[in-house]
């Protein structure tokens, strides 16, 4: 048994209990090949309902920080996230998101699930912000098909991102499968990039019924 089916064995029906997650359009899922899951960002703990609301076992950027703890919690930390599938990454500095890109696109190569979040961050206020084009790279680079996917609830039952979730229901939304076949080689145009990232971000508007803001998360933090 591996890691993965582990943990989901262990800590599906506890999540289950506490959250009632309800998933949509799972099917849409292909169950063989690549295939990038784009979608919002409201809370921490995002990255362990929606992995565990699919069959494949889903991979994922995350900072190495939770892998590089020490002691007994650390160990238990970094056995935990990277069997559930988390690819430890620094992000910080000029070269992080080149990092994220090459790991993402080596999941793909090898057929898996690789799951990103486009707006490279939290929300800070639970609305949907503009889409970073890493999206885009990605499936223009290697072909997998986009899809989206929404959650929603996870900013109430964990406020801020911190602390401890509470009881509460959740719902794990999945769209259609988008292919952008059309734009092969056109990895490198800026303007091609723009389209199909916004293309993305409309269907997960359209799933999760958020409020949109168009400028960066980032920027909207700083400010």
Known sequence: MSRFTLIKAVLGPVLRLMFRPRVEGAENIPGTGPVILAGNHLTFIDSMIMPLSVKRQVFFIGKDEYVTGKGIKGR????????????????????????????GRRVLEEG?????????????????????TGIARLTLM??????????????????????????????????????????????????????????????????????????????????
């Open 76 to 103: 238990v930390m970094a056995w935990f996230f990277t069997g559930t599938g988390m690819i430890p990454v620094d992000r910080d500095g000029g070269r992080g998101g080149v990092a994220a890109l090459m790991t």
């Open 112 to 132: 898996k699930v690789f799951s990103i979040y486009p707006e490279g961050t939290r929300s800070p206020d639970g609305r949907l912000y503009r889409g970073r």
């Open 142 to 223: 290697t072909g997998a098909p986009v899809v989206p996917f929404a959650i929603i609830g996870t900013d109430k039952i964990q406020p801020g991102g911190a602390g401890v979730p509470r009881p509460g229901k959740v719902t794990v939304r999945f769209g259609e499968p988008m292919e952008f076949s059309r734009y092969e080689g056109m990895d490198r145009d800026r303007y091609v990039l723009r389209a199909v990232t916004d293309s993305v971000m409309s269907e997960v508007l359209a799933l999760s019924g958020q409020e949109y803001v168009d400028i960066y998360a980032t920027k909207a933090k700083a400010a």
